[in-house]
Structures are given as C-alpha cells and as structure tokens.
C-alpha cells in the first residue's frame, strides 16, 4: 500500500444525532463519587463521550430501519427469521443455527449442553462473561495465550494467536481427557484485541482433529479479524473480509457470536453448530430459556437488523474506514505521550496506565485511577482491564496476584464518534500525560466474587 495515498472518509454520512451532555468538573465530581467510582454505575446523561464498550453501541444504517419497518413477529415461523437465517448461513456455512438474544445466552446454552462439570474449556483468553459461564457450567476456564502477547509494545501481528504447543501440551497431558473445548477468540478482546491468523486457526483445527476435541469460535468480532488477515497474512489479499471470515468458520465445528458487535446491532447473538444431535439438545434449552427455534429472545425486526448488518459489517469500505480511525486515534494518543498496546486493533485501544502512572502499585489500580480520571477531566468513560477487573484479592479485597498488565480500554463504538470526539479524547489524556504525578489510587469499599468490575465499589486513598 502507497504512503502517499489520500485517506478516504467513512462510506457514510450521518443522517440522524443524539445530543451529548457536557457536565461541570463539579458535577462530574458528584457523580463519580455517588456512582461509588464504578463506571458502570454512572448514568449515560452523565457522559460526554462513551467508550465503555463497543457492544451494542454502534450506528444503525438507513438500511437496517428500513428492514425493522418489515420485522414479522410471529411467534413460530417469521419471515424475519429466514432472512436472518439465510444471511448468518451464507456468511457461517453452519447447518443449523439458533438466535439468542446476546452473546452470553448463547454461551449458556452451548456450555449447559457440550461441557460437563469438570472437564476444561481452552482459549486463547475467554471472555469475562464467557468465563464466567463456563464455571457455571462446573468447568474450568484456561488461557493459553501466545507468548508474543505478553509484550505490550512488540508489533507482532497476530498476538491474538493462541500458544500451540501449550495446546498440545495439555491435549497430550493428564489434563487432556478432560478438555471439552476448545475456544477461539476473534478478535482477542481480553488481550487487546489482537487478530488471530488463519494459521493458528488452522493449527487449531488440526490439533483438535487429532484428539477428537471440539473447536469453536466465539466471533463478535469475525469482521474485524478478517480485516485484520488480509492486511497483515500473506495469501488473503485478493479475499473479500466475508470470504475470510467464511474460511475461519469452516474450520471450526461451530461458533458463539454476539451480534451486538460485528452485527451491528444493539442486541442479538448467534449459535451455529454442525451437529445435529447438539443442535437439538441446545434447541430445547433454548426454547425453555430465550424463546421459539424461530427467534430465540429477539424481535423479528431486531433479527431484519440483524440481517442486513451482517451483510453491511463485511463491506471493505466501511471496515477499511473503521481500522484507520482507530489507527488514527492511537496515533493521536501516542503523541499526546500515552502508551497503547501495540499494534492497534480495531474495536478498541488500550492505554498502557501502569507505565503512565508508575507512582501507583498494582494494589494502588492505577488502571482505575486513569479511568475516573478520564471522567473527572473530560466525561469519558472507560473500562479497566487490570489489577482491578483481574488481579487476586484476598477477603480484606487487597491485591494479593497483581494482573500482568495496568491497562484501560477505549472501546470504540461503530459508525458513532467523529474524528473530534477522537481529538478531544486524546486532549483529555495528553493534560494528564502532563502531570500523571497528581493522580492518586483507589481502595475496594465492597466486591462481588463474580464478575467484579461490573458492581464493585472503591474510594479514593487519602
Ligand atoms: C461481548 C462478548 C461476549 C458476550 O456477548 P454479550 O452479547 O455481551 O452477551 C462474548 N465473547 C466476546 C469475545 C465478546 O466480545
């Protein structure tokens, strides 16, 4: 690709606006202190601009309400559900599918019928929730993240991957008997979401034959990850991103998607299976638990959406847009002196705290720190992904195993924020760059055990 080339502007333009509210520092401070210094405890007329998660939060296109304007609700049968089916098919090749009405529904259902209590569950990193359901369903979650991962700075390619000998390893080992998945994350969202190559798919698939092992995929961001393959992996430059995205599927015996990402969507997620004896048991759990066969807890004009946003997510135009702004925006932070995991993906960056604040110890959360004050400055909200969202706390909620990284995320909701919002953002970050010494670290007042960083509350230290 030429250096020289002039950026083109998103394959769109914006037809509808939502006002965004802008808060006095006084205000801000109330409402940190009252949301118990937990983001998720703040409420959206509170926020200037929301980077909390790109789940769920991206633009619907003209398109996709013209579709919502067909949704059919019947109860069994709707046409809705055909057209939903036939795009998720065509984009999957998976015989059967189920709708579920996000992500997680669908891990529930999927782990209630493959996994039995005891036996393990491989990833390259599950996701939070995805972890958290495989417990539920008495397994064990484990990690297997490449080595090259681990380095936050290293432009590898494809941290994304997962370690195949450690895979193999375990596949061969005492544990092996036990392992009744394997599950791969495109794009890595639990370590900064990396791509994963079709070349550590491949490997997976093969490892998994051997030793008769299922492999999924959980593929909110299957768009993204294609992208990502076809800059970076050589042989998948004249590909289209669904041809891509079409190959990783087929490796696999099935998948998990939450639609709320690369559907684009604010609700929805996807089964696909190839057995057909699975398919069935996951069938009746699904109609005791989200809905009929046919719509699986969403409305018909939820899955016409649904339908259109698949075909709309795998457009060239609009993903090759979508990697620049978020190139752009790393580029814009960097310079304003803040450390991103390098390279950039696409859905969200992630800020480098522990390096920017190093006044504070893992125990201190300098991850949460950064985050409030993001929101104390400038009515940004983020996520942590450090010590607080992943370290071990004893019953007093100290930090006894610090998390490997301090990280913030910026998650990058699609076809939302302007080039400005991105501007401002980095503004924000580059005033604390300047003085990050001012910044102090926060204590646990109360934490759940499950699932921490969605309830837990903190108080800043004297
Ligand atoms: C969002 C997400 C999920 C869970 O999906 P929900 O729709 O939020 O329930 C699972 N896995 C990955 C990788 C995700 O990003």
């Known amino acids: 690709m030429s250096s020289n080339r002039i950026p083109l502007p998103p394959p769109y333009r914006i037809k509808v606006v939502e006002p965004i509210p802008f808060l006095s520092p006084q205000q801000r401070r109330e409402a940190i202190t009252a949301a118990g210094y937990n983001p998720f405890n703040l409420r959206a007329d509170q926020i200037t601009v929301d980077l909390l998660s790109d789940s769920g939060t991206g633009a619907s296109s003209a398109a996709q309400e013209a579709a919502a304007a067909l949704g059919d609700e019947s109860y069994a049968g709707a046409r809705s559900f055909f057209r939903f089916r036939d795009a998720a098919a065509e984009l999957t090749g998976y015989p059967y599918l189920l709708p579920v009405h996000q992500g997680r529904a669908g891990e529930r259902v999927l782990f209630a019928n493959l996994l039995r209590p005891g036996q393990i569950c491989i990833s390259n990193t599950h996701f939070d929730t995805t972890h958290a359901n495989v417990e539920m369903a008495g397994a064990e979650a484990r990690d297997l993240p490449c080595r090259e991962a681990a380095d936050l700075d290293s432009l590898e390619p494809f941290k994304g991957n997962i370690d195949l000998d450690a895979l193999e390893r375990t596949l061969?080992?005492?544990?092996?008997?036990r392992v009744g998945l394997v599950l791969m994350t495109i794009t890595n969202n639990g370590l900064g979401a990396q791509p994963v190559s079709m070349a550590n798919l491949e490997a997976v698939a093969a490892i998994c034959r051997r030793y008769s092992t299922p492999f999924f995929l959980d593929a909110a961001r299957f768009a993204e990850n294609a992208w990502l393959v076809r800059q970076k992996e050589d042989g998948y430059q004249d590909l289209t991103p669904q041809q891509i995205a079409t190959r990783a599927f087929e490796l696999a015996d099935g998948c998990l998607i939450s639609l709320k990402k690369d559907g684009l969507t604010a609700i929805g997620g996807l089964i696909g299976l190839r057995d057909e004896e699975l398919f069935g048991r996951c069938e009746a759990n699904l109609i005791a638990t989200e809905g009929f066969t046919t719509y699986g807890g969403l409305?018909?004009?939820?899955?016409?959406?649904?339908?259109?946003?698949?075909?709309?997510?795998?457009?060239?135009?609009?993903?090759?847009s979508r990697a620049e702004q978020t190139a752009r925006f790393a580029r814009m932070i960097n310079e304003a002196g803040v450390d991103t995991v390098q390279p950039a993906g696409i859905h969200a960056l992630y800020l480098n705290a522990g390096r920017l604040l190093p006044h504070l110890s893992p125990g201190e959360f300098p991850g949460h720190s950064l985050v409030c004050q993001l929101y104390l400055d400038g009515g940004i909200r983020s996520a942590e992904l450090g010590s607080l969202y992943l370290g071990a706390l004893d019953a007093d909620h100290r930090v006894v195993t610090p998390a490997p990284f301090e990280l913030v995320r910026l998650a990058i909701p699609r076809r939302v924020y302007t080039e400005e919002h991105f501007a401002y953002v980095?503004?924000?970050l580059g005033a604390i760059a300047k003085n990050p010494e001012r910044i102090r670290g926060y204590r646990i007042a109360s934490a759940p055990e499950r699932l921490r960083h969605f309830k837990v509350r903190l108080e800043p230290l004297p």
């Not at 409305?299 to 090759?320: F, H, I, K, M, T």
């Open 172 to 177: 061969a080992g005492p544990d092996g008997s």
């Open 299 to 320: 409305a018909g004009r939820d899955l016409e959406r649904l339908a259109q946003g698949l075909r709309e997510v795998v457009d060239p135009a609009y993903l090759s």
């Open 426 to 428: 980095a503004a924000v």
